[in-house]
T-cell receptor, first 114, second 116 residues
């Protein structure tokens, strides 16, 4: 069975600094997708970035980028130039073509300090 | 595009009553919708997967007679919590896939249920 692990329950970063959130997963599938979602206090799930497993190039979206290490089954999120609005819960998620269900990690609560 | 709405956003009901939560895809047809439950400061727990026109598939440990899911059209799925009890109080989130080949889910804003 697939699992997703986020080993950092809470993190903090100074405004304008860079922070990296870690995520590891376990799967025997070859065709899968990984996501990072942000859940601010409003609790609306917001997609931050996605990565297709077949793509070697790491995904980037403005200040957000991932370090996807397929062999190590690692999928970390780097937030550059952190902003106060980045304060939120961040969830790593895995899905595959088998069921299309999401498997979420336990989340990392990120606080950006002024 | 790809907007999912939920109604109501917040509901209070008395113990023993039933409450229905609607999930709508506003600008796309959703072949598959998912229902999650989230307790405070915890992750999302998948409750069930619903496909339009067929019975929902429930995750292990989720009581299908208590959490009734209906996916009557390609834009609407409903979750009915029957005979609600205080322990059913939680945040319920739905999501939808835009097409059968798509991996990404689009999430609704959630519904906070409080059972008194």
């Amino acid at each position: 069975a697939q699992t997703v692990t986020q080993s950092q329950p809470e993190m903090s970063v100074q405004e304008a600094e860079t922070v990296t959130l870690s995520c590891t997963y376990d799967t025997s599938e070859n065709n899968y997708y990984l996501f990072w979602y942000k859940q601010p206090p409003s609790r609306q799930m917001i997609l931050v970035i996605r990565q297709e497993a077949y793509k070697q190039q790491n995904a980037t979206e403005n200040r957000f980028s991932v370090n996807f290490q397929k062999a190590a089954k690692s999928f970390s999120l780097k937030i550059s130039d952190s902003q106060l609005g980045d304060t939120a819960m961040y969830f790593c998620a895995f899905t595959s073509s088998g069921t299309y269900k999401y498997i979420f990690g336990t989340g990392t609560r990120l606080k950006v300090l002024a | 595009g790809a907007v999912v709405s939920q109604h109501p956003s917040w509901v209070i009901c008395k113990s023993g009553t039933s409450v229905k939560i609607e999930c709508r895809s506003l600008d796309f047809q959703a072949t598959t919708m998912f229902w999650y439950r989230q307790f405070p400061k915890q992750s999302l727990m998948l409750m069930a997967t619903s496909n339009e026109g067929s019975k929902a598939t429930y995750e292990q440990g989720v009581e299908k007679d208590k959490f009734l899911i209906n996916h009557a059209s390609l834009t609407l799925s409903t979750l009915t919590v029957t005979s609600a009890h205080p322990e059913d109080s939680s945040f319920y989130i739905c999501s939808a896939r835009a097409n059968p080949a798509a991996y990404e889910q689009y999430f609704g804003p959630g519904t906070r249920l409080t059972v008194t």
